[in-house]
Nanobody
Framework: QVQLVESGGGLVQAGGSLRLSCAAS????????IGWFRQVPGKERELVAR????????YYRDSVKGRFTISRDNAKNTVFLQMNSLNPADTAVYYC????????????WGQGTQVTVSS
């Protein structure tokens, strides 16, 4: 069974940090990649960062480069998103999602966790 559960969201002041966790089932960690997405009301969901589940390949959208770090702990089937120097533009619901093979859609999603950055 494919399962993803996010945690770690909350309210933080601008300049602060949060670490999001995405706990996945063992089957999920046999897939190609897990990504962190975010969405605000009225806007499309956007990919923030992605990590391959084998190897070291990562991706970051330009607006978070140098501030966010995606990592994984294979022993715990968990992917993390360390978010530093947060600003109000980072406020969103953050989702982790898995894709089965390269180039495919992300078909498996968690329930999301709210991140709110106050100015």
């Amino acid at each position: 069974q494919v399962q993803l559960v996010e945690s770690g969201g909350g309210l933080v002041q601008a300049g602060g940090s949060l670490r999001l966790s995405c706990a996945a089932s063992e089957r999920t960690f046999s897939m190609d990649a897990i990504g962190w997405f975010r969405q605000v009301p009225g806007k499309e969901r956007e990919l923030v960062a992605r990590i391959k589940l084998s190897g070291d390949n990562t991706y970051y959208r330009d607006s978070v480069k140098g501030r966010f770090t995606i990592s994984r702990d294979n022993a715990k089937n968990t992917v993390f998103l360390q978010m530093n120097s947060l600003n109000p533009a980072d406020t969103a619901v953050y989702y982790c999602a898995a894709r089965a093979t390269p180039g495919n859609e992300y078909n498996y999603w968690g329930q999301g966790t709210q991140v709110t950055v106050s100015s």
